[in-house]
């Protein structure tokens, strides 16, 4: 990818982020981020790609200059701002597709779920769905690693902690859309198809919401359903988009993360070696884990007044990619940037984001990483991935992940759960 042309000052580059499959992406990025590293793609109306780790913390922190709201413009008749490119037509996610002060008022109320000694109450409900999946699997000697397991353990405790009722049977309705709709494509049938599922999903938590109000019961959503902010309930509207931002926050960053861990250690089994024999390497390699795969991707905001970032002057109106992928890897902030290195310290990355949009929910991803890494390791170490028929997302617009990895290990023996899955 070459920078083809420098219009009115501006780095045009020929790159289309909502297309650019895992191979394309890094490809790319090594090159902007010498020679442009804030650059310009006509794409999709135009937007501008930052990409280097200096310039990306510049524009997450500013706020006010780079908005993350996502509105109804009565006078297109379209959805506009939000966290893609193109714009999605979907409604909002709340609360990272707004600004202050609302932006404020909804973490205030999410916050006490997703804090370290909230998300520690939700360690052994973890450690028992992990167990019970392996246990419907463990016999056999086969499985697939991201349906059978990376996917429906976030996605079963996010369900939980939520207090949602639902049939652990219809768990996948709940959980697949978030992935369907992070890489097809955007005209395509099976986008109308994803849309027409979180219509079902919207409109189980309105039920949802209804019933919490009627007889409140233990759970997050009955408690946010039941908040007063300035005398005042939060619309059934917005708490239908509060609960879809937790699942997609469940369901999408830990699968992805989980599934390229799992997936880095079959192909280097030193490595797989090395976290057995030293499990307190975890929480460090972890980390590593994050950053090297970034599983968001990218966010997306929009110009809110005339600024200048990387001698590119920014306007009203334009949006602005933000690489969270390719600052992971740059190579100014760290040593070896396209290597794993197990026990790098320190290690900055911005695989949960920066700014005021940093990741709420990123002390329950890390838990639910860790139980899904023990419990394989310690019940499956010796699994292998088929590669034949491992599938990574065809794009990384947002999510670099996988679609389907089955994996073989030699059998062993249930241990037995409570719970029914």
């Known amino acids: 990818m070459n920078i083809i042309s420098k219009t009115a000052g501006r780095k045009v580059v020929d790159f289309d982020g909502a297309c650019c499959s895992f191979e394309e992406w890094h490809a790319a990025f090594p090159r902007l981020r010498r020679e442009g590293p804030v650059s310009w793609s006509e794409a999709h109306g135009g937007y501008w790609i930052i990409s280097t780790y200096e310039h990306m913390q510049r524009v997450a922190r500013d706020w006010e200059s780079f908005s993350s709201a996502k509105f109804f413009n009565p006078d297109t008749g379209k959805m506009e701002g939000g966290d893609l490119i193109p714009v999605s037509p979907m409604p909002r996610f709340i609360p990272v597709e707004t600004d202050p002060p609302e932006w404020k008022t909804y973490r205030h109320l999410m916050n006490p779920s997703l804090g370290p000694?909230?998300?520690?109450?939700?360690?052994?409900?973890?450690?028992?769905?992990?167990?019970?999946?392996?246990?419907?699997?463990?016999?056999?000697?086969?499985?697939?690693?991201?349906?059978?397991?990376?996917?429906?353990?976030?996605a079963l405790v996010t369900l939980h902690l939520l207090g949602i009722n639902y049939d652990p049977k219809d768990w996948n309705r709940w959980a697949h859309?978030?992935?369907?709709?992070?890489?097809?494509?955007?005209?395509?049938?099976?986008?109308?198809?994803?849309?027409?599922d979180m219509e079902w999903i919207s409109e189980q938590l309105k039920e949802q919401v209804q019933e919490c109000r009627r007889n409140p019961r233990e759970?997050?959503?009955?408690?946010?359903?039941?908040?007063?902010?300035?005398?005042?309930?939060?619309?059934?509207?917005?708490?239908?988009?509060?609960?879809?931002?937790?699942?997609?926050?469940?369901?999408?960053t830990t699968t992805a993360l989980a599934a390229h861990t799992f997936h880095y250690l079959h192909q280097h089994p030193d490595a797989r070696q090395r976290l057995a024999d030293n499990p307190e390497m975890l929480p460090i390699a972890r980390e590593e884990f994050v950053r090297f795969f970034s599983p968001i991707s990218t966010n997306v905001r929009r110009v809110m007044k005339e600024v200048e970032v990387g001698g590119q002057r920014m306007l009203p109106g334009e949006y602005v990619l933000l690489a969270w992928g390719s600052a992971n890897r740059d190579e100014t902030i760290f040593d070896r940037p396209d290597e794993v290195i197990l026990d790098r310290a320190p290690n900055p990355h911005m695989g949960f984001g920066n700014g005021i949009h940093r990741c709420a929910g990123s002390f329950l991803a890390r838990l639910f990483f860790d139980a899904m890494?023990?419990?394989?390791?310690?019940?499956?170490?010796?699994?292998?991935?088929?590669?034949?028929?491992?599938?990574?997302?065809?794009?990384?617009?947002?999510?670099?992940?996988?679609?389907?990895?089955?994996?073989t290990f030699t059998p062993g023996m249930k241990i037995g759960t409570s719970l029914n899955l």
């Not at 978030?178 to 027409?196: G, I, N, Q, T």
């Not at 239908?240 to 369901?251: A, F, P, S, T, W």
């Open 117 to 154: 000694k909230a998300v520690e109450t939700y360690r052994q409900i973890t450690i028992q769905v992990a167990r019970a999946l392996i246990d419907r699997v463990i016999e056999k000697g086969t499985f697939d690693l991201v349906f059978d397991f990376v996917e429906p353990v976030p």
């Open 177 to 196: 859309p978030f992935h369907f709709l992070a890489y097809v494509d955007k005209e395509s049938p099976e986008f109308a198809k994803c849309c027409e």
């Open 219 to 252: 759970g997050v959503y009955s408690a946010l359903a039941n908040a007063e902010v300035k005398g005042e309930r939060i619309s059934e509207q917005d708490l239908i988009d509060i609960g879809k931002m937790y699942l997609v926050g469940g369901v999408g």
């Open 373 to 407: 890494f023990h419990e394989v390791m310690t019940r499956i170490p010796d699994y292998s991935v088929v590669e034949s028929k491992s599938q990574r997302y065809p794009n990384v617009s947002q999510t670099n992940s996988w679609i389907t990895m089955p994996a």
